[in-house]
């Protein structure tokens, strides 16, 4: 296989996984009584590019189905990053009722909604009917499509370039990222910005973040390699912010290639932190399997020593990283017998692979466990915080990644 962006034969391996389900493949009860597909898992790095990428496998486009479960607006911290974010890009670019927003994988409208409010025009595209759906009761013109090159030429034709281009949590999640890079540049007017969050790969290797780590994620992106990508289309980028969001993101602010706007010092520092941390080099690349392998082994240890004891252990957010986490260590209900989630499209399903049953959160307060694993540990504090009254009767917090720790 040749690397996704700069074509270089790809000659080394970040981690394997071995098989997976999709993570967002979420089970009915009908479900489980049908096979269930497995894909590999396996995650190379490009010595060129440094580009750390899924390896392809066949029938890739399975896995993006139409019902997809993950509705941004269930996490209020999520919901109040967007609307920070959003009063800030219309204060620093002095947005009006003149310019306009696209947002690239608008989910159902989490973000767009704080735009539309201030009387700023903007756009969603999302290919996830059910989510855009919600949007669209929101106000918010939703085109239902997946974005590239193509797409970003027709918007441009349309005369529907934008003055701020929003990605979040989707330029990692694109196949073809070079495709995509040109899109922006297509739909981007003179003089515009562009804003994309994704995990930061220094923050994924220094935090062995490895169950961040599923197939519809196809890259993970160093400043380095972001700012190179960017630069072969024609862009660049001319600020970063460092974000606590899902473990550690980065947020890229970019521009055409020949705007006027100075880079800051923080792309430099930032430039020079991962070139500090080797990530040029191939040896944390190669160094990270045996990491994530301790993680997963003392989770087994604790999930077998909790279970000898007597001490019920349940676990919280049926989030995608917990699907990757439970199917590589192979939990199946028998050492955690189900997992609670507050949103209700989830409920009543079952975790892909480990098929363990996912119900409401209110069932915790019925029953206290000894122990909640806190799957999704990005949200750790907020699942804490709303479930005191847990804490109160004994039940303790835990998180495996990047150890076991209770909190
Ligand atoms: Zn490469």
Redesign the pocket.
Known sequence: MK?R????PLAHTFLDLGFAPPSNAYLTEADLSKPEKYYPLKIRV?D??W?VQTEDYAQADELFIPDYAYFSSTSTSWLAHASRYAERMIEILGLTANNHVIEIASNDGYLLKNFVAAGIPCLGIEPTASTAAVAEQLGIPVLREFFGEALGKRLAAAGKQADLIVGNNVYAHVPDINDFTLGLKAALKPGGTITLEFPHLLQLIEHTQFDTVYHEHFSYLSLHTVNRIFQTAGLRIWDIQELSTHGGSLRIYGCHHDNERRATNGVTALLRREADAGLQTIAPYIDFQKRADKIKNDLLDFLIQQNRAGVKVAAYGAAAKGNTLLNYAGVKPDLLPFVCDAAMAKQGKFMPGSHIPILTPEILAAKPPGFVLILPWNIKDEVKQQNECLIQVGTKFVTAVPEIRIL
């Open positions: 690397c962006h700069c074509g270089t490009c060129q590019c580009l």
